[in-house]
């Protein structure tokens, strides 16, 4: 157990971190996403005051003994703890029982960040999302509550049976009304999706894991000052801008980060959000590089698995960012690590600005290709409005005045048959 000199500090949201130890596990990693829930905990707004970690014996059956959980009890009472946060997943019922000896509330990992992203959700349909979420992992635990509270009834407690159904059926109904708000929203996103994309603009975004520098390379990229901070899932509302990139339209988004085991009900509950990723033309998939080797991995099979599946053939352009505070030799000896599961990344500080010409570049090269064509117009008023509104759809490379007006340009190609269409095709 240890108790941080931090609990001096505050007042109030004082919690205890509990990790059990599991089976195979990697104490490293273990490690390291437990740190993880002391950032989570931070950005929920408590103050972390004491720690308390099962160690792990060879024959042990990786429970939460009673002792533990009464040295738990203690600890909460000693520090006057509001609260109790497990790493681990636990079933409604361990939450229940340990509640009840602590005489605290206790939450796991997933029960915390729903609080961030409810703390974060400022849109009608950012808050739509994180009560979907939250209906959605509460209809087992009402079921288990409901039958625990039953299991402790004395005789004479009557119609907790109708007050199961009834709370049951209110939440599904909550969920239904819900979805069907979302599911509308996302028909305008896909309409505004199709738009865009008639309108010339490729749909580019950032995903990755949450402080990997996402929205701080929107910020360079795009000149804009969204919010950034040192604290994870500091992004939760998706942000759109326009991209310049010589000519090649595209609109760039910043949303919410992955984090390792995030819950397929959040996700779920985020699909609409997380569709500007799953659904656009390219992915920069951007990744802290000052990280040891192991936790960079760790992270990008994080943002894979929530990727994989979801984005049918969309191409991905890994971004080593933070390479500021990394050497050189350092940064070779990580890519000897990782470069298997990152092939050709591009390297960037986007706090100091570094690397952004290669990534532009780096782009171009990956939106879906253009069409070079030579075009003669009428030297004309007609032939004019076609040449500026050329200048407006593509890259305009050539221009020639004579009796016509010869031009060399590109531009997708609904843009090419368009110009075809317009001049009939002698003139092309
Ligand atoms: N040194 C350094 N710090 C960086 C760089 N890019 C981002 N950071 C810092 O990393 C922290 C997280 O940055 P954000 O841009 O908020 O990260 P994010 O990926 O948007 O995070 P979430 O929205 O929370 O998922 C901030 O403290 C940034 O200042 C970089 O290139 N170099
Ligand atoms: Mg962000």
Known sequence: MKISAEQKLGNGNRVILVKRATPNSDSEREEYLFQELRELAKAAGYLPVGELKQTRYPDSKYQLGKGKI?????????????????YNRLSTTQLFNISEICKCQVIDKFQLILEIFAKRATTHRSKLQVELARLRYEIPRARAVVSLAKK????GFMGLGDYEDSYEQDLKKRIARI??????????????????HKKGFSLISLAGYTNAGKSTLFNAIVSESVDVRNMLFTTLVPTTRALDLGGRKALLTDTVGFIEDLPH??????????????LSDLILLVVDANEKPEMILLKLATSHDTLWDRIQGVPIITVLNKVDLVDESRLDSIM???????????????????????LKAEIVKHLPPWCFCSLSLPNSEEGMSILSWLYDEGIVHRVEFGEQIHVDYEARTEIVNKAHALLGPKEV
């Open 70 to 86: 009464e040295e738990l009890a203690e600890l909460v009472r000693s520090i006057g703890a509001d609260k109790v946060i497990f």
């Open 152 to 155: 402790e009834e004395r005789a």
């Open 179 to 196: 979805e069907s708000e979302l599911e509308s929203a996302e028909k305008d996103d896909e309409s505004l999706r199709a738009l865009r």
């Open 265 to 278: 009900w959040l996700v779920d509950a985020f699909k609409s959000t997380l569709n500007e990723i799953f």
């Open 336 to 358: 000897e690590q990782i470069g298997y599961m990152a092939p050709n990344p591009v390297f960037v500080s986007a706090k100091k600005g570094i690397g952004m010409d290669v």
